[in-house]
């Protein structure tokens, strides 16, 4: 039996610990957490909509109608009018036929690729590719073949080099850890090509990028034949909990049949679904969040340049601040923690080996004052850590 006091000590002297902090309230710019509040920078509450006036109060409407649980799996006795409705107003958002609710994300990509794939089944995925989708593809029995970082290329190469059989490419919309977006125009050609099914998870894209927020596959103007699989998750922009899968009527009633992670589940609380019918409209109606959150991304991308802090090439409100190793993360988001600033650590093996990384993320609920306090707070602990380390070189 493997001892887990030793493993456990193993990790935290490599600086891989990893721990919760409790939240006292509701999520916003600003959180509490034991007695101090801090300026956030590292939620995926994108749109501001978490705790947002309207969709907290359809939360109430919903429990007030629907009462607390569902009670029962979809297939049972737990689909509710709320669920439904919820479900044509996705799908009408997407412009997809079709919408199927998942309770999570994760449980999406799970059961969408063990629904479509089966032993001798292939499943190329890009290198940088959420968790779940990786453990998608395991559970599905496919055998999975990475390709390079957005590299349309390479996968076209990989295609080839497989025997004919059934084949899906599933990837990121926007990447979850690097903030930039996939090549979909170039890999849907090449999904074509090859009869590939293509699936791609934008829950880092819905309600941000696109025409009225319908995320980066209306962006690169991709239907329903290009991108036959589309997830979107509603814990993000949306700021409410869930997650669907869109596309044709058949795919939605070949998930109803065989997606594990929807069959054998609880229905989400209808009042969940009936929050979410709310922010949905706040998503749509809402341009100028979105414009807002691209004017603060460009405030904090032009005064990172001015301070000299390397950031990725990412157009989106995730933009990471590579620290290399994982100690040296923990050490800054710490030090800007005691400046009253909340960015949590990302380290492997959520990112790759030496690209431990500050993940910061931007709301529209933040203001352009809360952008310049962020980039004093950076100038600030990067300044004291030079300091330390010129002082240690000195000794
Ligand atoms: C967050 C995330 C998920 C999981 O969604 P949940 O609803 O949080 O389970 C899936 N894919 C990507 C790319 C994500 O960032």
Known sequence: MRDLQTLLDARRADGLYRSRQVIDGPQGVTVRSEGREYLSFCSNEYLGLANHPEVVAAFHRGLDEFGAGSGAAHLVAGHTRAHHELEEEL????????????????????????????????????????????????????????????????????????????????????????????????LAPVAQRHAARLMVDDAHGLGVTGPHGRGSVAAAGLDSCQVPVLVGTLGKAFGTFGAFIAGSDELVETLIQQARTWIYTTAPPPAVAVATSAALRRVMADDWRRKHLQDLVARFRAGAAQLGLGLCDSPTPIQPLITGDAGRAMRLSKALCEEGILITAIRPPTVAEGTARLRITFSAAHTEAQVDLLLDALEKVIATECAELAHKAEL
């Open 91 to 186: 799908a009408a958002f997407v412009q997809r036929p079709r919408a199927l609710l998942f309770s999570t994300g994760y449980m999406a990509n799970l059961g969408g690729m063990a629904a479509l794939l089966g032993r001798g089944d292939r499943v190329f995925e890009d290198h940088t590719n959420h968790a779940s989708l990786l453990d998608g593809a395991r559970l599905s029995g496919a055998r999975l073949v990475r390709y390079r970082h957005a590299d349309a290329g390479d996968l076209e190469q990989r295609l080839l080099r497989a025997p004919d059989g059934e084949f899906l490419v599933a990837t990121d919309g926007v990447f979850s850890m690097d903030g930039d977006i996939a090549p979909l125009c170039e």
